[in-house]
């Protein structure tokens, strides 16, 4: 047991999660060792630890870079921040808005009027224009990001003017 403790906390650098991975360890003892001929037991021990340890670290890793991915930019489309037209609905940033749309692809200006104005899902979006989902988020995307990067282009020149 100490053999184990001690490669977990080598790789764990962590008491309690140490002594959860002695546990599950022994665990993965009971169902393995009648399945395997183990000429030299202590070996095979730090081995089942090693990858054990290396196993938790990598998924942990995994889980992290997922959360990472998992920001509030991707989920944009949902939020009331994105839409400060609604508040000022004549309002200079509406007519910016009205120029950039217009300088949109075709398909990517239909995807972003069905999915903000009138308010349709991705499903109802694809089945309507008869493209792929996949398709229509790719175009809401790209069409956010153009219409942000017009946007930002016409504050600049209306700044320096």
């Known amino acids: 047991m100490l053999l184990v403790y001690g490669t977990c906390m080598k790789y764990f650098r962590n ?5 959860d991975g002695v ?23 730090y081995m089942v630890t090693r990858n054990y340890c290396l196993m938790q670290l990598r998924k ?7 959360l990472a991915d998992f920001s509030p930019s991707l989920i944009m489309e ?34 972003v009027e069905l ?3 009138q308010k349709k899902c991705y499903h109802e ?7 792929g989902e996949e398709k229509v988020k790719s175009y809401i995307q790209n069409g956010k990001r153009n219409l942000k990067i017009c946007l930002e282009s016409k504050a600049l020149m209306e700044n320096a003017e």
């Not at 994105?82 to 217009?102: A, F, Q, S, T, V």
């Not at 979006?125 to 493209?131: D, E, K, M, R, T």
């Open 60 to 66: 942990r890793k995994t889980e992290s870079i997922r």
């Open 125 to 131: 979006i694809a089945v309507s224009l008869q493209i």
């Open 23 to 45: 546990m599950q360890i022994f665990e993965i003892l009971i169902r393995d060792v009648p399945r395997f001929d183990i000429q030299n037991f202590k070996g095979w021990l």
């Open 78 to 111: 949902s939020t009331e921040i994105l839409h400060p037209i609604e508040e000022d609905p004549e309002g200079e940033m509406h007519n910016r808005l009205k120029i950039c749309m217009e300088k949109l692809k075709s398909e990517q200006r239909q995807c």
């Open 15 to 19: 008491r309690e999660e140490s002594q």
């Open 115 to 117: 999915f903000y104005y």
